[in-house]
């Protein structure tokens, strides 16, 4: 699947951090968006995660919409079509793969 979800229940963002290095990703970084923020259609050249610790944000793709929460896990495959967007503001652990 292209798109994945895990409910983890984990929302300490240095746990996070820690347990997505464990797991060989690099680029791990926390962003936050604004309620309103939207982004367009658009793809990653990596395997990419985006962990949320706080807030929420819908994320819509070619099956249909996701909406994350606190603890919630999102893992995108490489090169699939998504976008964003929140009505209330999100923070959360940004992180990519390279696989071949």
Known sequence: MS???KRTNIIDKE???KL????????????CDDKDT???WHTHQYNE????????IIIGHKEGEIKLEPG???EIKAG??????TDTGVCY????????
């Open 3 to 5: 798109v994945s979800v």
């Open 15 to 17: 746990k996070i951090k």
């Open 20 to 31: 997505l290095q464990k797991e060989g990703y690099t680029n791990i970084y926390i962003w």
């Open 38 to 40: 939207f982004y367009d």
């Open 49 to 56: 995660v985006r962990w949320v610790y706080d807030g929420s």
């Open 72 to 74: 919630d896990r999102l």
């Open 80 to 85: 699939t079509k998504h976008w964003a967007k």
């Open 93 to 100: 652990v940004c992180a990519s793969k390279y696989e071949s």
